[in-house]
């Protein structure tokens, strides 16, 4: 019998629909034709080929621009947002709209063409996460911007326009609806119960264990129990944090560990799935950073399959793996 | 610069920013191969690999479950949802679920393998329009439905398994997130200004003509202001109607001449673009179907990207085409 499962957080319902397919093996991943460096904007000694860098983390004294870095943050050349400008905000007869104004950040997470992101060091993964949080200070202090999103496109099948391994920074003037929902829903949860509905998912998936794909001291990776997408996981602090550019910095090496651990579980279940990451922490802008009923979070979405008609029309999910039996799979891989 | 443009009726936000790309031809389609007959479980003589007909439309008396139908409804071989049982709510702790009941039928649209919905004359389409009526009527009775959605996947890139045209109806024992959105919207807008927000758009559209695609006596056919994709269509009854089962009848040839017209007009702009359809209407078992502030409308969704780490992070979108230019492109292809 399928199972319809509700969000908790924001009541959103999934169909768990395990007769269609079972096991990792029924989701054959396409690979991408393997890229040159020659033409890579990314590589080492390509520095002209991006605007001029915001932040790069240097061994040794090595000039700006040019290589010898192993973190490197440039502006998307191509940005979806533009960050000189006023908002402007208008109406048009029943409509609202403002001028695109935001930051589009990318941050080069290895100087090395071929290695993934799973493919890094815990330490080299750690930098990665630090430049998160230090360019994400730093947009914070600009007035005009309400939220600030990290996210990943790893692969051509998510989204991956270029093959080097990086991340995206895109601030943005409005609170987003996703996490609004969240928002929301927490606070909802925090009204009635005065407690934080993320540190009750931690406890009660740590004492169920059926949906634990890792953990450590401070963070615990699982699969979420209305999972939209086959192998969906989240992590998400042990302890209560709603900014993500606040945690102490033990906290950025514990993030690297378990992200390192979901990431080579997820390559060792589905043979390297392009896949998804989204960062969700507490908006910016506002009096006060730290929400007593949000906990910020990754997402990781594997992309297996394509999202149609159905999905769209409803905003209900279809999955055809259960977050139990995707959490025992990967629980299984060594990382 | 690009521009930030809210949905009037969920508050969603989307990025117009039409300096990444802009003309059709800058979508080239990927067709799918060719499909044959042979194994195709919808074609005329092949009826005994469906489960058996729900509903058929036949000229003369052909038996049931055999050929000489133009449009046939059948239950899904494969469902996501399973008809018989009860619902069964159940709390894990913080979590809800209950069993997955519901109902989940394909509308084959046509006998002739080869010919697509938009290929259809404007009868043929206005019976598959009716079909989609006739088992709404019919499934509206359960009392364990709360939604029916209409929807269709044409093309293997938006989510097609089979080749041969045929469109789906689920039915839902929850009201899903996307409608609920829509609804709760449009309450608010009800409220504040004693107007449906969707006979607002309506004159709007009508009075300003930027993003009119097509329209007769009942229809309107737009790009909506604040659209996800490049060329995402909406079609909407002129009059208010919140419940599409119960319009009448001439209603049904006035969407079948506006839909017929704006798939061929896509197809003719975008090179037959694989495409999302879904139909909203007013949710069903509440006491009232007659909602004074929402309308149903038919949304279409050519498939021309892939959703990425950003608008899965945010709910917001990215569109590289203005609703006004794609409108212009659509009214210029004769259908």
Not at 135 to 146: G, I, P
Not at 193 to 216: H, K, M, P, S, W
């Amino acid at each position: 019998m399928p199972e319809l499962r509700k969000d908790p957080i924001i009541g959103r319902w999934v169909i768990i629909a395990t007769e269609r397919a079972r096991r990792p093996q029924d989701f054959p991943v396409q690979h991408d034709d393997a890229a040159g460096t020659a033409t890579c904007p990314f590589c080492p000694g390509a520095e002209d080929k991006t605007p001029r860098e915001l932040l790069a983390y240097r061994a040794g004294h090595t000039p700006a621009n040019g290589p010898g870095w192993s973190v490197r943050v440039v502006p998307n050349r191509y940005p979806a947002l533009m960050i000189e400008g006023a908002l402007d905000k208008k109406g048009v007869g029943l409509y609202d709209k403002m001028n695109g104004i935001g930051a589009h950040e990318v941050i080069i997470e290895t100087p090395e063409h071929d290695r993934a992101l799973a493919d890094l060091s815990a330490a080299e993964l750690e930098a990665v996460l630090r430049a998160w949080r230090e360019r994400m200070v730093d947009l914070a202090r600009d007035q005009r911007f309400r939220y600030l999103l990290v996210f990943k496109n790893h692969g051509r099948a998510a989204g991956a326009t270029l093959a080097h391994s990086h991340s995206q920074l895109i601030a943005l003037p409005v609170v987003p609806r996703t996490v609004k929902n969240e928002i929301d829903g927490a606070r909802a949860h925090y009204e009635h119960r005065d407690r934080c509905v993320f540190c009750d998912i931690v406890g009660q998936e740590l004492d169920d264990g059926a949906r634990v794909v890792y953990e450590n001291d401070r963070f615990l990776s699982f699969c979420p129990f209305a999972p939209r997408f086959p192998f969906e996981c989240c992590i998400l602090p042990k302890r209560h944090a709603s900014a993500y550019e606040l945690m102490d910095r033990p906290d950025y090496a514990g993030l690297a560990d378990a992200l390192r651990a979901t990431l080579r579980k997820l390559d060792g279940a589905l043979d390297h799935p392009p896949y998804n990451l989204m960062l969700h922490s507490a908006p910016v802008g506002g009096a006060d950073r730290d929400l007593p009923h949000f906990h910020w979070h990754v997402e990781l979405i594997p992309k297996l399959g394509s999202v149609a008609g159905f999905e769209w029309g409803s905003g209900f999910y279809i999955n055809p793996v259960s977050p139990e039996s995707a959490a025992e799979f990967l629980r299984k891989v060594s990382p």
